[in-house]
């Protein structure tokens, strides 16, 4: 089969190129700017002992790590306010975070590969793709799926986002201890600071940021609304107070209103330098490939047995790694690259608000979330481009070809990145008026009528129709193989499948564009996420926003008023409603329902957006059914009059996939194997 040769050959390349701990890097060299690793202590068995084909057991491995930054090395002085962070004797900027790391016991028999993921605030998310259970702990999964094991694969995790918080004692998720920038003569850096809330309720808001001078309320304001294009109105500002700690707001009594606006303005002070989280990911991963040991002799547990490394993102990370490599840091400080390549699931065009004063690495905007955050900016796509507002040209991997370090890439996202992060921009000019081409070192894939994440198809939550439980982690497994096989062997990937403007694939964003059928209960508004050139002030390009936020606005209509906007749309659809292009799910091609990667919000919002959530309408279960409710969709007894109907149409979608390499030898006999075991069509 083909991915056990696969394995084979990549069991036997990685054996063959490992490199030998004597030629490593001593751990005072450029290179290796963590300087200090302390072991939580003994690694720990994993996966109950469990044994994986030709590798072995693993092993779980945890403990702190401390890094330095110099920061007057170029390839450091981009991030915003280190010559402003404290520093130790050295002239060096401190750092630290905990990591986790999961390796086959005898390194060896590995595949000397390193999947590495950033967790999402904090927690690792790779679970879907990779078939293992465990949440922060995946090592206590005793029955793992044999995916990444089988071929050998080295993973670790650490923290970065200040959003995280700092690292907590036996606890396995990832935090990160940031400095503090001040002014040169130690007093606090203050400035504007936003705040954005909704769904939180409760009987406090938490600030990012402490207040300059909680005395003082008069500069500041708070201000609800219940629908997104409602006028906000502000609160007295006698009816909410600081919290005694600096880290919160409250109301004199009652509860905030949950689900409910609330936007919060202030002077903030003590701005935290996230833009280091770039170089704790970057120093980490380049120690694990080529130190021997860190500065006091402790070995590098990964040392010699790293020749490859794969990031794996899911959303707010795969944002961190567009900008990581916008920003140059996939460089290390030894010139050596860092990533050889990025599986990058629902991050799309946009960036990561971190590398900004009083950034807010935890927020990501949709139709109704986070608003006004700096995350949208160009660049947005991997090609250079032009600006047609501001007149720069620009893309993200300017700096890495220049230093011929760029990681090869799979853009995988889905449709709710068009709806609710105008994803357009990462494959169309800024003006929106035209395709673009791939770059050398990326291919884009859209997965076709899915939702941001796996969803629940059987919960409504606060949205108005059901979820959609579409789950790509079969594709994305299929392409982390394609993305070693590219970054190993030079096998071109499989071409990128979006949908484009100059075969009518790529569209406006009102109902009879898209091609969206009226079926009855549903609501159709169109509602879709503009993408403005904000106004943060003049220091914005050196990372001080002097206005924030920079303005408020109605998101449900494209008005030039609030701004140059970036030109985006949408999917079009078949008459079922399910997107026509891109990566076809076997449940959307051979489908028991319409599914989009946008829904509304039930209740006291409804009709505002339900943010990351996507919708199943299922078919009509009979013809009968259908035409007594008026759904122009066929039912599922018109589509398959027997059970062999349906299990013709999976079989032939998923071989479509396979023959694209777009499915691995496994999921697609898991693909048939569901289908003949349902129950659909039969009588």
């Not at 004797?89 to 005898?106: C, D, H, Q, W």
């Not at 294009?229 to 909410?240: G, I």
């Not at 109605?554 to 140059?564: I, K, L, Q, V």
Request: charged share 15%.
């Amino acid at each position: 089969m083909r991915n056990s040769e696969f394995r084979r050959k990549a069991l036997a390349h990685g054996v063959a190129c490992a490199l030998a701990a004597t030629s490593l890097l001593a751990a005072g060299d450029a290179a290796a700017r963590v300087v200090r690793i302390v072991p939580d202590g003994a690694a720990a068995p994993a996966f109950g002992g469990a044994s994986f084909g030709t590798v072995g057991t693993y092993e779980r491995l945890t403990g702190m790590a401390y890094g330095e930054l110099d920061p007057n090395d170029p390839k450091n002085a981009v991030i915003v306010d280190l010559a402003l962070a404290p520093r130790n004797a050295r002239g060096m900027v401190e750092y630290s975070f905990n990591y986790y790391i999961l390796k086959p016991t005898n390194p060896a028999l590995g595949n000397q590969k390193l999947m590495y993921e950033p967790p999402n605030r904090g927690t690792k998310l790779f679970g879907g793709f990779a078939g293992i259970a465990g949440g922060n702990d995946p090592a206590s999964d005793t029955a793992p799926s044999p995916f990444l094991m089988n071929q050998g694969y080295a993973m670790a995790w650490s923290g970065w986002d200040a959003a995280a918080g700092a690292p907590v004692a036996g606890n396995f998720k990832a935090g990160v201890n940031l400095p503090t920038a001040t002014q040169a003569d130690g007093s606090a850096i203050t400035g504007p600071s936003y705040e954005y809330f909704t769904g939180n309720g409760g009987t406090s808001l938490a600030l990012t940021y402490p207040p300059a001078n909680a005395a003082d309320k008069s500069t500041a304001q708070l201000t609800h609304r219940v629908h997104l294009d409602d006028t906000p109105q502000v609160v007295d500002a006698s009816t909410w107070n600081y919290a005694a700690n600096g880290k919160s707001i409250t109301l004199s009594s009652g509860n905030f209103t949950a689900n409910d606006i609330y936007e919060f303005m202030y002077t903030a002070k003590n701005p935290t330098v996230n833009g280091v989280g770039f170089a704790a990911v970057r120093d980490f991963n380049s120690f694990l490939r080529s130190a021997a040991t860190d500065d006091s002799g402790t070995p590098n547990p990964l040392a010699g047995h790293v020749t490859r490394i794969y990031s794996y993102t899911l959303s707010q990370p795969a944002r961190l790694l567009n900008d990581f490599r916008h920003l140059g840091f996939n460089q290390d400080e030894a010139g050596h690259k860092v990533f050889d390549g990025m599986l990058q699931w629902i991050g799309a065009g946009d960036g990561i608000n971190m590398n900004l004063r009083f950034s807010q690495t935890g927020r990501t905007e949709r139709n109704r979330q986070d608003e006004l955050y700096a995350e949208g900016v160009f660049p947005m796509s991997n090609v250079v481009t032009t600006d047609a507002i501001t007149g720069k040209t620009d893309g993200r991997l300017v700096r890495c070809t220049a230093t011929n370090t760029c990681p090869l890439a799979m853009e995988i996202y889905s449709a709710n990145e068009y709806w609710v992060k105008a994803a357009s921009l990462l494959h169309t000019t800024p003006d929106g008026l035209h395709d673009l081409g791939d770059s050398p070192y990326a291919r884009n894939y859209f997965i076709s009528s899915h939702q941001h994440g796996v969803g629940n198809g059987t919960s409504k939550g606060s949205c108005q129709q059901l979820g959609n439980p579409l789950d790509s982690s079969t594709i994305q497994r299929a392409l982390f193989v394609d993305l070693d096989q590219w970054a190993t062997n030079g096998v071109a990937p499989p071409p990128s499948a979006v949908p484009r403007l100059d075969n009518g694939t790529l569209v406006n964003h009102d109902q009879a564009s898209v091609g969206f059928p009226h079926i009855p209960g549903v609501t159709f508004t169109g509602l879709k996420t503009t993408r403005y050139r904000y106004n943060y002030g003049p220091r914005f390009d050196q990372g001080i926003m002097d206005i924030d936020p920079p303005l408020h606005f109605s998101p449900y209509e494209d008005n030039p008023a609030n701004g140059p906007i970036y030109p985006s749309w949408v999917p079009k659809t078949d008459s079922d409603g399910n997107d026509i292009a891109g990566i076809r799910l076997p449940a959307v091609s051979a489908p028991l329902a319409t599914y989009t990667g946008w829904s509304l919000r039930s209740g006291p919002q409804a009709n505002d957006g339900c943010e990351g959530s996507g919708q199943m309408v299922p078919f009509a279960a009979t013809k009968a059914e259908r035409l007594a409710s008026g759904d122009p969709r066929p039912s599922i007894e018109e589509r398959y009059p027997n059970h062999g109907a349906y299990v013709s149409a999976v079989a032939k979608a998923v071989n479509d996939l396979h023959q694209r390499r777009l499915l691995t030898d496994e999921d697609a006999e898991a693909y048939k194997d569901a289908a003949s075991a349902s129950s659909i069509g039969k009588k």
